[in-house]
């Protein structure tokens, strides 16, 4: 946002996309889709195509998904760089062409999508019905509660969901910014812990 010279969409977007990918998480040797490409896309379209941020939210799945390839390319070339067991140079110079790898395999699709994108993603969405748009726009609206609720999937247990609850208690009905509800988060959880911690003691 700050480079295509909009901070507050940046940081709106920003903020909204990570409710969507917090959830993801890789289990065994599962590639995730590219959440910073499908983010930084998303965000420098919405921006440099002048698109809503609703619609450039509902195209960052599909951008993350069209970049998971990035995340799986390097390591596989990066194999060959095994030294020899005890060669310590040959693994510093091993370590840092793995990172060109990863730098070249991110940066030029990126920087090429970038390029020659905006245009191309203007163009297209002018074809696109209304309706589509509509649909999309909806569907933007539903991601964030669907990245919440696989988190959600992971940490819910019978000591975590009364907090939960409240939480959303306080936000809903009383009115609590989520500022407010952090923060409150924060000194039931330090109140907890050192109760825990006295019971173990004891």
């Not at 990172?99 to 074809?127: K, Q």
């Not at 247990?157 to 809903?172: M, Q, Y």
Request: hydrophobic letters at 55%; a neutral charge; proline letters at 4%.
């Amino acid at each position: 946002g700050l480079i295509c010279g909009d901070v507050q969409t940046g940081l709106v977007m920003g903020a909204t996309l990570q409710l969507i990918f917090m959830g993801f998480v890789g289990i065994g040797v599962t590639s995730l889709p590219n959440s910073s490409a499908g983010t930084i896309l998303a965000v420098a379209f919405a921006i440099m195509s002048h698109l809503s941020a609703d619609s450039a939210i509902a195209l960052s799945m599909p951008i993350a998904l069209l970049f998971q390839p990035c995340g799986i390319i390097p390591r596989i070339i990066n194999n060959i760089w095994n030294p020899k067991r005890g060669d310590f140079k040959a693994i510093e110079r091993y370590y840092w062409l793995g990172v060109v790898v990863f730098a070249i395999v991110f940066f030029v699709p990126m920087f090429l999508a970038l390029y020659f994108g905006s245009g191309t993603v203007e163009t297209i969405i002018n074809f696109i019905p209304e309706v589509v748009m509509n649909g999309l726009t909806k569907a933007s609206s539903v991601l964030p509660a669907l990245g919440i609720a696989l988190l959600m999937n992971y940490i819910m247990d019978k000591d975590a969901t009364p907090f939960i609850f409240l939480g959303f208690i306080l936000a809903a009905f009383l009115g609590v910014s989520s500022l407010g509800v952090a923060g409150l988060g924060a000194v039931i959880a330090v109140v907890y812990y050192n109760m825990v911690q006295r019971k173990a003691n004891e």
